[in-house]
T-cell receptor, first 115, second 112 residues
């Protein structure tokens, strides 16, 4: 079964600091990869996704993620965080060649940005 | 275009009571999902549906039932609520099983 690991449970950064959130998955075949964000009190929204092509994916609000197949990783990055980036971030994966497999989510990383 | 809506937003139940959560989507999506979100556990899939009239079990299906009688609606039922079912429940939908899922605003359920 697929699994997704997000190693950081809670990250605290000052405004303007750079961000990198780790995501590793266990599946060895072709994967679709997603990062979702949940702002306080809100529902999940898509930040970015990777299906194929350029492994460096750019999303909304200045976020990007890099797919490194050899490391089974899809880390999320942002060069300079803002207070409004305070949220919980979820990595998710599914396997398009394995039938109708639903998305598997990581446990999430809570990001707190302080002034 | 409302996207994905959930009813109710908040509910308090006593142990043993039953209730139904309603999810509706207006995007003509085939796939619909029910998740529960608990602190430190992320999102866990309860049940999902790949089309009208179909349902399938997810990671944590016990204690829940679902129905998808109409394409736009996906109902989650708790027949006999337990305190362990205290959680925030999110519904989502997607055009196919591999594409972006769109989430509803959530239902906060407290079982006493």
């Amino acid at each position: 079964a697929q699994s997704v690991s997000q190693h950081n449970h809670h990250v605290i950064l000052s405004e303007a600091a750079s961000l990198e959130l780790g995501c590793n998955y266990s599946y060895g075949g072709t994967v679709n990869l997603f990062w979702y964000v949940q702002y306080p009190g809100q529902h999940l929204q898509l930040l970015l996704k990777y299906f194929s092509g350029d492994p460096l994916v750019k999303g909304i609000k200045g976020f990007e993620a890099e797919f490194i197949k050899s490391k089974f990783s899809f880390n999320l990055r942002k060069p300079s965080v803002q207070w409004s980036d305070t949220a919980e971030y979820f990595c998710a994966v599914n396997a398009p060649l394995s039938g109708n497999t639903p998305l598997v989510f990581g446990k999430g990383t809570r990001l707190s940005v302080i002034a | 275009n409302a996207g994905v809506t959930q009813t109710p937003k908040f509910r308090v139940l006593k142990t043993g009571q039953s209730m139904t959560l309603l999810c509706a989507q207006d995007m003509n999506h085939e796939y619909m999902y029910w998740y529960r979100q608990d602190p430190g556990m992320g999102l866990r899939l309860i049940h999902y549906s790949v089309g009208e009239g179909t349902t399938a079990k997810g990671e944590v299906p016990d204690g829940y039932n679902v129905s998808r009688l109409k394409k736009q609606n996906f109902l989650l039922g708790l027949e006999s609520a337990a305190p362990s079912q205290t959680s925030v429940y999110f519904c989502a939908s997607s055009r196919t099983g591999l594409e972006t899922q769109y989430f509803g605003p959530g239902t906060r359920l407290l079982v006493l």
